[in-house]
């Protein structure tokens, strides 16, 4: 008789018939004695740390909404006292304290998408950078290249892109291809951020607290 244990399921595996097997990136069951025992710790380290993060993440998204809530009730208190409502999302606003050394500023940033517009930008600026490739300086070159990179997850590099969009270059066929990626831009929703900042006194600068641990010193 199978003997399914929920429990050993959740840590990646299974109780069958008083064996323990570790599920492997397939699905397969593997027998836990055939497995590498620096194989077995690694998934041990994997999913203790793992263990720790999830919780903190949670955490993490109830705090920012708690924010969220906070500045929209305090909004709306202001909006009462002056009898007029704010439009659209409640973002781009800065709050500090009494004595002028906390700060939380509440922004809202576009989720940007590029259409196939953005193809025709690129045979427009290979256009250019064939016939400029003597005169033209690698780090041009270099940036344009970012530019149109797609990583692996289907995204572009927008940093570079809009640095492209700055650049002051009177040849037809780049004006075009600029002309092409503004038209490739497609606001596809916006999401709402909560950045925190303190300083030692007011001639200091902001310093941020940072509550994301891939900037967190």
Same mark, same amino acid.
Request: aromatic residues 8%; hydrophobic residues 40%; proline residues 2%.
């Given at each position: 008789?199978?003997?399914?244990?929920?429990?050993?399921?959740?840590?990646?595996?299974?109780?069958?018939?008083?064996?323990?097997?570790?599920?492997?990136?397939?699905? $397969?069951?593997?027998?836990?004695? #055939?497995?590498? !025992?620096?194989? &077995?710790?690694?998934? *041990? @380290? %994997?999913?203790?740390?793992?263990?720790?993060?999830?919780?903190?993440?949670?955490?993490?998204?109830?705090?920012?909404?708690?924010?969220?809530?906070?500045?929209?009730?305090?909004?709306?208190?202001?909006?009462?006292?002056?009898?007029?409502?704010?439009?659209?999302?409640?973002?781009?606003?800065?709050?500090?304290?009494?004595?002028?050394?906390?700060?939380?500023?509440? $922004?809202?940033?576009?989720?940007? #998408?590029?259409? !196939?517009?953005? &193809?025709?930008?690129? *045979? @427009? %600026?290979?256009?250019?950078?064939?016939?400029?490739?003597?005169?033209?300086?690698?780090?041009?070159?270099?940036?344009?290249?970012?530019?149109?990179?797609?990583?692996?997850?289907?995204?572009?590099?927008?940093?570079?892109?809009?640095?492209?969009?700055?650049?002051?270059?009177?040849?037809?066929?780049?004006?075009?291809?600029?002309?092409?990626?503004?038209?490739?831009?497609?606001?596809?929703?916006?999401?709402?951020?909560?950045?925190?900042?303190?300083?030692?006194?007011?001639?200091?600068?902001?310093?941020?607290?940072?509550?994301?641990?891939?900037?967190?010193?």
């Amino acid at each position: 008789m199978t003997d399914l244990n929920d429990n050993a399921a959740n840590n990646g595996r299974r109780q069958i018939d008083g064996v323990t097997y570790m599920i492997d990136g397939k699905g $397969g069951l593997i027998p836990e004695k #055939m497995v590498k !025992p620096q194989d &077995q710790l690694q998934d *041990e @380290l %994997v999913r203790k740390i793992i263990g720790f993060a999830e919780p903190i993440s949670a955490q993490v998204a109830r705090f920012r909404q708690h924010c969220l809530d906070d500045v929209d009730g305090f909004v709306a208190l202001i909006e009462q006292e002056y009898g007029a409502k704010r439009g659209g999302k409640k973002g781009n606003l800065s709050f500090v304290s009494y004595d002028g050394l906390l700060k939380v500023d509440v $922004g809202v940033g576009d989720n940007v #998408m590029f259409g !196939p517009e953005l &193809q025709i930008a690129k *045979e @427009l %600026v290979d256009e250019c950078l064939r016939e400029w490739t003597q005169g033209s300086g690698d780090e041009l070159k270099a940036v344009i290249n970012r530019a149109f990179d797609v990583d692996s997850q289907g995204k572009v590099n927008r940093n570079d892109l809009f640095y492209l969009l700055r650049l002051e270059i009177e040849d037809d066929r780049w004006q075009r291809a600029m002309r092409a990626i503004r038209d490739s831009i497609r606001v596809v929703g916006s999401k709402r951020y909560v950045r925190i900042y303190r300083r030692a006194d007011t001639e200091a600068g902001w310093e941020a607290v940072s509550v994301n641990m891939a900037t967190a010193s």
